[in-house]
């Protein structure tokens, strides 16, 4: 055993990986010191560049890469959230200085620009890029009332329809070229958002008529074709949650197209009785659900928590209640609140369990901690409502 007077390699070695990312340094921990440190980590993420967006990541060995765009916009909804739960005024004015640099990125035909963010770089339009700011830009003018935020939306919006195959799919500014996957149900489900105040007729058809497209390629099995990053291939938890979402999220926005529902509701409950059956999920699955089992992605841990809220929002079954608490316990044991090691990861959410997995290898990335932050703070909603409304309660 070690003295203390030498430390071996291997002991160092064993030592980096035990006290990171892992927790046992602090087991009192509650998930509100979770919560509040996660939030934290996201404003880090945003001081650590001199613009308003969030960086993509921390990447170990590297720090902290440059802004996001893309994922800025969807933090942009979670920072408000929990400004109002927890009365600070600051926070929120971090998510509309986050909105109000999107639309500062906008290009003179409404597209959003794809990548990061580099000054003096301009960028390829993303399809995807765009409509997850699309996200932040909704939310900014929803809480300011800005004007200049929705028509920022709906130039961006309109861009989107404008670009879409007549079958309702995107193939040009894909993030695979010719490639339009089935998470694009995540481009719909923003374009409908910004329909909810702009009325434009133009963005719903497009994005009913992608919704439609998605939904047709549920399989009998619960699997939706074409839901990972590339064709015929696993599909990271990460986008079979954002595939599930999607279509959910649409159908409230929507609700005479209850087939988007119904489709999500089958891959959500597919992918529940696994999680229930194995008490874990695996980092990525293929169309036939033969897990990829050695890593957990985390991001995906949380979004599968949300689309199992939301199936609870829909039916009242408390099961699915259940399996978000136990998912998300999962990823709080990766949270590093006390880390020996780089400071800057404290409250951070690393992108695959262990570190070295095949999602965002030796990073954090910035919407590990959202979508973590996400899934806690709708998690004390669904308890207070159960708490408030046991079942079987008269």
């Given at each position: 055993m070690n003295d203390g007077a030498t430390t071996t390699a291997a002991t160092r070695s064993a030592s980096y990986w035990t006290d990171y990312p892992g927790v046992a340094n602090w087991p009192g921990a509650t998930d509100q010191h979770r919560l509040h440190a996660a939030i934290d980590w996201l404003c880090r993420s945003m001081d650590a560049r001199p613009d308003d967006g969030s960086c993509v990541s921390f990447k170990l060995l590297k720090g902290w890469s440059y802004s996001y765009p893309e994922t800025t916009g969807y933090i942009i909804p979670t920072f408000y959230r929990y400004a109002a739960i927890y009365q600070r005024p600051d926070i929120a004015e971090r998510?509309?200085?986050m909105a109000r640099w999107l639309a500062s990125l906008q290009q003179e035909d409404g597209a959003l620009p794809g990548s990061d963010y580099r000054p003096g770089i301009v960028r390829e339009p993303s399809v995807f890029n765009a409509a997850q700011m699309l996200i932040g830009l909704v939310a900014g003018y929803e809480?300011?009332?800005d004007e200049s935020l929705l028509v920022a939306a709906d130039r961006a919006a309109t861009w989107l329809a404008s670009i879409q195959n007549d079958d309702g799919t995107w193939t040009k500014f894909a993030y695979r070229s010719g490639f339009s996957p089935s998470y694009y149900t995540r481009v719909c489900w923003p374009m409908l958002m910004t329909v909810v105040h702009s009325h434009n007729e133009q963005v719903r058809a497009a994005a009913v008529r992608g919704l439609d497209h998605i939904a047709a390629k549920l399989q009998p099995n619960g699997a939706i074709r074409d839901w990972g990053f590339a064709p015929d291939k696993p599909a990271f938890t990460h986008t079979i949650a954002y595939t599930i979402r999607g279509l959910m999220?649409?159908?409230?926005?929507?609700?005479?197209?209850?087939?988007?529902s119904a489709a999500a509701e089958q891959a959500a409950e597919k992918i529940f009785r696994i999680f229930e059956i194995r008490k874990r999920l695996a980092?990525?699955?293929?169309?036939?659900?033969?897990g990829t089992n050695w890593y957990i992605c985390l991001t995906g841990n949380c979004q599968l928590a949300i689309c199992w809220m939301r199936q609870f929002d829909a039916t009242g079954d408390i099961r699915f209640v259940n399996a978000a608490c136990k998912a998300i316990e999962i990823v709080s044991q990766y949270q590093p609140l006390r880390p020996?090691?780089?400071?800057?990861?404290?409250g951070g959410i690393p992108g695959s369990a262990p570190v070295w997995g095949r999602y965002l290898t030796m990073r954090f990335p910035n919407w590990a901690a959202k979508f973590y932050a996400d899934a806690l703070m709708m998690r004390d909603d669904r308890l207070q409502h159960i708490e408030q409304h046991p079942p079987g309660a008269s």
């Open positions: 998510a509309t200085r809480e300011t009332g999220e649409a159908a409230r926005l929507e609700p005479n197209h209850s087939h988007w980092g990525a699955y293929d169309q036939n659900w033969k020996k090691i780089y400071s800057a990861l404290k």
